[in-house]
């Protein structure tokens, strides 16, 4: 069964920067799985933040930046602010099927 | 503004099937991949299937296969997902999300919340 891993949860300062990876089971993350990031805050459905590796929507604000790092796939946020306290989660694409990372909890403190 | 709207929540019994709709508000309904994705409580994420922009082919993660059909009506702009032999696990959010081709995934729908119960 494929796996994508995220770190569980995370802890950054407001104005920071932090990295959030997603690695696959089957090796390393390349631009064919289409990796999407995610935003989930409690209660609310997820919102797209990136798609197909460091592509932003519309509404992504610009501290948030996508892009592949050692074999994984990555989200940064630079200056990082206490709005931006929430899970994460990648998806991946598997040839037919997708696959989502477990989450990452951002804890903005 | 596109939006996805589904139908409100559901109360199963063990061995039912349940049958939830999203319907896609504005434009381009047939140029999208609809997807279903599940959130148990407190867990993370995960993808249940897609059925793809024409309703000709459908894919589904190995854990739903046999148990879930996905079809979609064009002259409604509305996708369903039909999950049978329901159990306690099945107790989760239900999501739909749209996605072009490339992997760009954009919209998704207000969830709606199937509880599973005797």
């Known amino acids: 069964q494929t796996v994508a891993t995220q770190e569980p949860s995370l802890t950054v300062s407001p104005g920071g920067t932090v990295t959030l990876t997603c690695a696959s089971s089957?090796?390393?993350?390349?631009?064919?799985?289409?990796p999407n990031w995610f935003q989930q805050k409690p209660g609310q459905a997820p919102r797209a933040l990136i798609y197909?590796?460091?592509n932003k929507h519309s509404w992504t604000p610009a501290r948030f930046s996508g892009s592949l790092l050692g074999g994984k796939a990555a989200l940064t946020l630079s200056g990082v602010q206490p709005d931006d306290e929430a899970e994460y989660y990648c998806?991946?694409?598997?040839?037919?099927?997708?696959?989502f990372g477990g989450g990452t909890k951002l804890t903005v403190l | 503004q596109v939006q996805l709207v589904q139908s409100g929540a559901e109360v199963k019994k063990p061995g039912a099937s349940v049958k939830v709709s999203c319907k896609a508000s504005?434009?381009?309904?047939?140029?999208?991949?609809m997807h279903w994705v599940r959130q148990a409580p407190g867990q993370g994420l995960e993808w249940m299937g897609v059925?793809?922009?024409?309703?000709?082919?459908?894919g589904n993660a190995q854990t739903f296969q046999g148990r879930v059909t996905l079809t979609r009506d064009t002259s409604t702009s509305t996708v369903y997902m039909e999950l049978r032999s329901l159990r306690s696990e099945d107790t989760a959010v239900y999501y739909c999300?749209?996605?072009?081709?490339?992997?760009?995934?954009?919209?998704w729908g207000q969830g709606t919340l199937v509880t599973v119960s005797s």
């Open positions: 999300a749209r996605q072009l081709s490339g992997g760009y995934f954009d919209c």
């Open positions: 504005g434009n381009s309904f047939t140029s999208y991949n």
């Open positions: 059925i793809n922009s024409n309703g000709g082919t459908t």
């Open positions: 089957t090796g390393a993350v390349t631009s064919g799985h289409y």
């Open positions: 197909s590796t460091n």
């Open positions: 998806l991946l694409y598997y040839g037919g099927a997708w696959v």
